[in-house]
Structure formats: C-alpha cells, structure tokens
C-alpha cells in the first residue's frame, strides 16, 4: 500500500520504505557451506588467556565440485568468514561415476585414516561424522565409507578431501600394473631364442 493511503486509513507507513535495498538482488550462492566444527580456543600470554574461535567449514555444489577450510577470529562470525574464504581457495573437482566414486580407496592422514567404496545407486550416503558432511556437499550420493583410526573431525575432513582429490578419473585395470609372471617371460625368452 501506499504511503496516503495507509494515512488515511489512520496507520503509520513502515519506516525506510518496506523494502530492503538489495530485495531481489542478491545473487545465488555458488556453494553451500555446511559448518562442521566450532572451537574455542584459548593462548596464554603473559596478560592472561587470550580467546578466540576457530572454525572448520566444508562447502561445495553438489556437482562434484568441494573444499574446506579452517580460520580464526575474535567472534564466530569473523572465524566462519575466513574458514569459507580459505575454503574457496581450495576448491577441487571429484571425479564421480553414476553418482558415486568411481573406485575404492583408503587414504590415511596423520592418525586418522578411512576406507571409501562406491556403492549402487539408491545406497546414499554411508558414513559417519564429518565424512558424510563432506560427501554430501561434494554431491557423491552413493558411498559406503568407514572411518577408521581418530575421530578429529579436523583430520578427517582433511583424509576425505585428500582421498576425494587421488581419486582417479579411470579406475585402475585388473592386472595392469602387475609384473609378467616368471614362467610367461622364460616362454618368450625360449621363443626367441
């Protein structure tokens, strides 16, 4: 309604127009952040503790596109901006397969360590802790995933990240990398010969 006629009517118009100046302009998100861990953390000086938060933050498109990210601040808000800033710059492309991974793989980080098979469709997403939240975001939605070794949530978002980053676009071939047996290499040795 209009300014007059909201005076007529014996109302008040709403402060500052009703609208938000960027109503309608907001551009969509290029990802989703998912927020997996919130810590304060405290450093001692010589004045006393000094206290801030760290948080550890996930985003990606569901395309296969994810990163993560860690930051600090004096409140959660500054640390959450930064942990999403670090994240954008460690942006990686998952190479998926009908919706899921596209070999097996176990990947260790430190003391953490984990164990990813692709799964068939309609499976989802079978894993604990923060590795389901990284998968998720990833957009990989059939897995079966078992953490093994630490809970960090902090190393495991890392092992993920790096397992999801050595995946490889083919997998490997049954025998391919396997050395001749001896018996077949002495044949080709006795044909030759």
């Keep these: 309604m209009h300014e007059r006629a909201l005076t007529n009517m014996g109302m008040k118009p709403p402060r500052g127009g009703g609208q938000r100046r960027d109503a309608g302009k907001r551009e969509p998100e290029e990802f989703e ?3 997996i861990e919130i810590k304060r953390v405290t450093r001692v000086q010589k004045g006393g503790k000094r206290m801030r938060f760290r948080a550890l933050v996930v985003i990606g498109d569901r395309k296969g596109r994810v990163g993560y990210g860690m930051g600090k601040g004096l409140d959660v808000t500054q640390a959450i901006t930064k942990a999403t800033a670090s994240a954008k710059k460690r942006v990686i492309v998952v190479s998926l397969r009908r919706a899921s991974i596209p070999h097996p793989v176990r990947y ?18 079978k894993a604990g802790g923060a590795i389901r939240q990284v998968l998720d975001v ?17 190393n495991n978002v890392k092992a993920t990240y790096e397992a999801l980053r050595s995946l490889a676009t083919k997998p490997p071939r049954f025998g391919a990398s396997m050395p001749r047996s001896a018996p077949a290499a002495a044949a080709d040795q006795d044909v030759s010969a």
Excluded: D, F, H
């Design 108 to 125: 260790s980080y430190k003391a953490s360590s984990l164990y990813m098979k692709p799964a068939p469709r309609g499976t989802g997403i």
């Design 33 to 35: 952040q998912k927020l």
């Design 138 to 154: 990833a957009g990989v939605g059939n897995v079966v995933a078992k953490m093994l070794g630490s809970g960090n949530k902090t």
